[in-house]
């Protein structure tokens, strides 16, 4: 396997050591890519989990196992540099410096042994990176939802039986490691993450299918445990670059871890500490007197961290909105303010703190019974600026139910019979703890939960008094009356209980029929809003008619004025033209009857083919192009003499 001996009596099983680096590989992707086809975030995180955990001791295996191949190989023979001869003229030249910097840079990097030296530690240290960011990316995920309780009972059961093979390694390597800190031992010490990770994650995933969430916690530890050797492994990779190299035979991976070889079922011994100290810097512990006198003073030094530590809990520091009643030996002596105060340690004083001026706001509003949902607590109300949008919770449309208001049944006739109604009250008391000694008494000593005694009180009180009165007289009250009333009432109460309670206000937000009642209401207001929008909508088809058919009359005006003119200027362009040709023909006679005519010859002609025939055209004259159209309906007619 290494350069460890083996066990006397045992055959050296150099197979061991590729076989196991090769099974933590295939073991770790398998667990990534299987992680890759899962739902739930929280089982994704478990696989992922271990398979960096497998990662990280398969980094230290496969560097083992480089240097294996490294020390059975041959060693390389050594060629000796061909000498460079040196002339007066090549010593000055740039050429000849170049040739012996290139020859120089060969040799050394023929020198480097890659495969023994850097190799190892390559490998350590990517694997570490791998594992280190995939484990934190992890971090999230393990508090989010898993999935149903067989699929965690099967990963749980997969990852605790993927730890017997590891176990089954682990045990092997340990009883070869004949020398405590040689290769085997380390790789033993490596193998302890997979082994406590698949068992730790296997366990939680047990525990998840019962239905409890706090073994995320357990993940969580895994996956800081995981980070932690990732980080280590990976800053011994790289500063194995800094270093110098042993031997070939004495050199190991640099995938070690000290976090790791804490994990183990005993404590770690002081003296183990300081022999590797000692093996490893070469500084004896042993003759230290500064590390002996520490361990002599170091009970002395804890008993007297201690004795302080109790003296300090007879200090007390109380912040401005806060009191304390002081108690000695158990009895209460005073009531104190802000500020620092000293006292006698616990047990023997105590201080019980109280609130001064904290006001609080609770709203008046019960559990559903049969249902484990507690009454809302107290909520501050949001900040919204005053140009941004209004939150859900500054709806007070009671045509939706709210979440802090209570229903309660009010008395209603109807019909000429009595009956019952029901009346929603978003109700909001603002209280705070006496101010005065003997409210900080009752505050400490007498109400363990103000906000149930107070919404006990005021829901009573509201029930009493519904009791008495109508819906129609509950929404047509006065509100300010009732605020004051109820607020005074609820200050006697808790008086005579000597709660030491002040009220400060009652706010009434809304007091309105259910929201099932808003249907009824919305029908008759749709129905009257419905009728007004027909009659408008009447009115507006009326006016619309009416316009459309002035506007169609007006039209039909204009078009008729429009051709009467036309008529009249066409008439009197004829009657001007007609009295023009018969002064023209008074006084030209037959010329203007002529030129008249020969005018619509003209123009007649130009709108007709036209035909010329001379006599005296014959064949004699040579060459004659004839461009006269002959057809069905072109050819030109000559009338027979």
């Known amino acids: 396997m290494d350069a460890d001996p083996p066990l006397p009596g045992t055959p050296d099983r150099h197979w061991l050591t590729p076989v196991v680096a090769y099974a933590l590989l295939a073991g770790g992707v398998a667990c990534i890519l299987f992680a890759a086809g899962v739902t739930a975030p929280a089982s994704v995180a ?193 500063a194995q670059v800094f270093l110098p190299m042993p031997p070939l035979a004495l050199r190991r991976t640099p995938a070690a871890s000290a976090i790791a070889r804490l994990i183990s079922l005993h404590w770690p011994r002081p003296g183990e500490l300081g022999a590797g100290i000692q093996r490893r810097f070469g500084i004896d512990l042993s003759r230290s007197w500064a590390l002996a006198f520490l361990l002599r003073a170091l009970l002395p030094v804890a008993a007297g961290l201690c004795l302080f530590g109790w003296l300090l809990t007879g200090v007390t520091a109380l912040g401005i909105d806060q009191r304390a009643v002081y108690e000695r030996f158990g009895s209460p002596v005073r009531i104190v303010g802000p500020g620092l105060h000293a006292h006698l340690p616990w047990p023997f004083g105590i201080m019980r703190k109280v609130e001064l001026g904290v006001v609080h706001e609770i709203p008046i509003v019960f559990p559903v019974p049969g249902s484990d949902e507690p009454a809302p607590a107290e909520s501050a109300p949001p900040v919204v600026g005053a140009e941004a949008v209004p939150p859900a919770s500054a709806d007070r449309l009671w045509d939706s139910s709210h979440p802090f208001e209570a229903s309660y049944l009010i008395a209603s006739a109807a019909g000429g019979q009595q009956g019952f109604q029901i009346v929603n009250i978003d109700l909001r008391v603002v209280y705070r703890a006496g101010l005065g000694d003997a409210g900080a008494l009752a505050a400490a000593y007498r109400v363990a939960d103000p906000p149930a005694l107070i919404r006990a009180a005021a829901g009573r009180m509201l029930v009493q008094h519904f009791s008495r009165y109508t819906l129609p007289e509950v929404l047509g009250e006065n509100r300010a009356d009732f605020v004051a009333s109820f607020r005074t009432e609820l200050q006697q109460r808790l008086q005579r209980l000597q709660a030491g309670i002040d009220i400060i206000a009652v706010v009434v937000e809304a007091i309105h029929p259910p929201p099932e009642a808003a249907r009824a209401y919305h029908n008759v207001q749709a129905a009257e809003i419905r009728a007004d929008a027909l009659v408008s909508q009447s009115r507006g088809k009326a006016e619309l008619a009416l316009g459309q058919a002035g506007q169609q009359a007006d039209a039909l005006l204009d078009g008729a004025r429009a051709d009467a003119a036309e008529q009249v200027d066409r008439a009197q362009a004829a009657s001007t033209l007609f009295g023009g040709d018969r002064l023209a023909y008074q006084r030209g006679g037959q010329a203007f009857l002529l030129e008249r005519w020969l005018s619509h010859l003209d123009n007649d002609l130009a709108h007709a083919p036209l035909v010329i025939v001379d006599h005296r055209l014959d064949g004699t004259l040579a060459p004659t192009i004839d461009l006269r159209r002959f057809g069905p309906t072109d050819a030109p007619v000559i009338p027979a003499k």
């Open 46 to 238: 478990a696989l992922t989990t271990f398979g960096c955990a497998l990662f990280i001791a398969a980094g230290g295996f496969l560097g083992e196992v480089v240097l294996m191949h490294a020390r059975a190989a041959p060693p390389a023979p050594q060629q000796a540099a061909p000498p460079v001869r040196e002339t007066a003229e090549s010593a000055w030249s740039i050429l000849a410096w170049a040739g012996r910097q290139r020859q120089r840079l060969r040799e050394r990097l023929a020198a480097i042994d890659w495969v023994g030296a850097w190799a190892p530690a390559g490998i350590a240290f990517a694997g570490a990176v791998i594992a280190g960011v995939l484990a934190a990316a992890m971090w999230r995920d393990t508090a989010q939802a898993v999935a149903t309780p067989t699929h965690q009972q099967v990963l749980g059961c997969l990852l605790v039986v993927s730890a017997f093979p590891l176990l089954l390694a682990d045990r092997v390597l340990a009883r070869r490691s004949d020398r405590p800190h040689g290769a085997t031992a380390q790789l033993e010490v490596l193998l302890r993450v997979p082994l406590a990770a698949g068992t730790a994650l296997g366990v939680s995933s047990l525990i998840r299918s019962l239905g409890y969430h706090w073994p995320f916690l357990v993940d969580r530890a895994v996956i800081v445990l995981v980070v932690l050797v990732a980080t280590e492994v990976a800053l011994r990779a790289a």
